[in-house]
């Protein structure tokens, strides 16, 4: 695990972290650092720079974001995917509906 460099060898940093981000990195804490945020923070930096680095590794030149929308994206087309079955099934359902009473029209004209 890491451990929080000396003063002498790190930086003071002052960010804004959204609250969300903030109560899972205090989760972390609790049940990884014994509740040191300092440490709990610098090894998911850690960690999220050694997937970030495994991922540009395997996809040349895209970054973090990239990598986030493509992400996005796919679920995207999945979900319009999804939409767009259902809307066949739709159509097939109302042509077989409306061929169905066009050949009971005929078929009662022809019996007439």
Partial sequence: MAKTPSSSKSESV??????????????????????NRSEAIVELIEMGLAVARSQQ????????QDIARQNQLSETVNELASEVEQLS????DTVLQRLTAVETELMGEFNA
């Fill in 57 to 64: 590794s395997s996809q040349t030149g895209w970054t973090v």
């Fill in 89 to 92: 099934h739709l159509v097939q």
């Fill in 14 to 35: 002052t960010l804004r972290i959204p609250n969300e981000i903030f109560r899972r990195v205090l989760d972390y804490a609790t049940a990884k650092t014994k509740g």
